[in-house]
C-alpha cells in the first residue's frame, strides 16, 4: 500500500511555470506505475501523464505534450510534473495517482486502472 500527498499548485499568469510534487510513503514506490490527471469544475477526470516504475516510459495527454514533463526520483519516493507554457486551461486540481503491476503491462491512461491516489492540488492560470 501506498501513500500520496501532492504540492506545488498555486496560482500563476498565463506562460508561467510550476513544479507540483507527489511524496509516497513506503519502500517500494519503485514498483508503481505513476501518473499525474486532473479535474477542473464541472468536468470529467482526465489524464495528464504517466511514468513507468523505471522511469523510462512515459506518456502524456496531447493537450499538454511539449509543454509538461513527467519525471520520478525513486531515491526520494517521490513523483514530479513539470509544467512549463501554463495556459488558463490548465487550471484544474491536480491529482497523483499509483498503481503496482506488471512491468510488461503498458502504461495507462484510464483513471480506472489506478488504485491508489493523492489528495489533491489546485492549480489556477490567469489570463
Known amino acids: 500500500q501506498v501513500q500520496l500527498v501532492e504540492s506545488g499548485g498555486g ?16 519502500r ?3 514498483t508503481y506505475d505513476m501518473a499525474w490527471f486532473r479535474q477542473a469544475p464541472g468536468k470529467e477526470r482526465e ?3 504517466a511514468i ?12 499538454v505534450k511539449g ?3 513527467i519525471s ?10 513539470q509544467m512549463d507554457g501554463l495556459k488558463p486551461e490548465d487550471t484544474a486540481a491536480y ?20 488504485n491508489y ?6 492549480v489556477t492560470v490567469s489570463s
Do not use: E, I, M
Not at 506562460?15 to 510534487?21: A, D, E, K
Not at 513507468?52 to 493537450?63: C, I, Q
Not at 520520478?72 to 510534473?81: E, G, I, P, V
Not at 491516489?117 to 489546485?122: F, K, R, S, V, Y
Open 72 to 81: 520520478r526520483d525513486n531515491a526520494k519516493n517521490t513523483l514530479y510534473l
Open 11 to 26: 496560482l500563476v499568469q498565463a506562460g508561467g511555470s510550476l513544479r507540483l510534487s507527489c511524496a509516497a510513503s513506503g
Open 67 to 69: 509543454r509538461f514533463t
Open 95 to 114: 491529482y497523483c495517482a499509483a498503481v503496482s503491476r506488471s512491468s510488461l503491462v503498458p502504461l495507462t491512461t484510464d483513471a480506472l486502472g489506478y
Open 47 to 49: 489524464f495528464v501523464a
Open 117 to 122: 491516489w493523492g489528495q489533491g492540488t489546485q
Open 28 to 30: 517500494t514506490f519503485s
Open 52 to 63: 513507468s516504475r523505471s522511469g523510462l516510459r512515459t506518456k502524456y495527454a496531447d493537450s
